[in-house]
């Protein structure tokens, strides 16, 4: 699972994207687009999937930033 937010849709309009994969090929993923409170979402979203016995440990990358070429002009 993770979490873009993208600077201008998140500060023009306090949006971001959530993409969980999901079990079976690795293009089958949900994308929740434009979701207001993308973060409280991920969180929350975590916290149901452990409880439901998902294994969410993190091995890999964890977060990354990137700037779009539009917000460095």
């Known amino acids: 699972m993770r979490s873009r937010l993208g600077f201008i ?5 306090g949006t971001g994207n959530l993409y969980v994969k999901t079990a079976g090929s690795s293009a089958s993923k949900i994308q929740f687009i434009h979701i207001e409170n993308t973060l409280e979402v991920y ?3 975590q916290i149901r999937m452990k409880k439901n016995g ?3 440990e993190k091995d890999k990358l ?3 930033a990137k700037p779009h ?3 460095v002009f």
Do not use: A, D, H, R
């Open 9 to 13: 849709q998140n500060k023009l309009f």
């Open 54 to 56: 998902f294994s969410l």
């Open 43 to 45: 969180e929350e979203l």
């Open 62 to 64: 964890v977060q990354t």
């Open 69 to 71: 070429p539009l917000g």
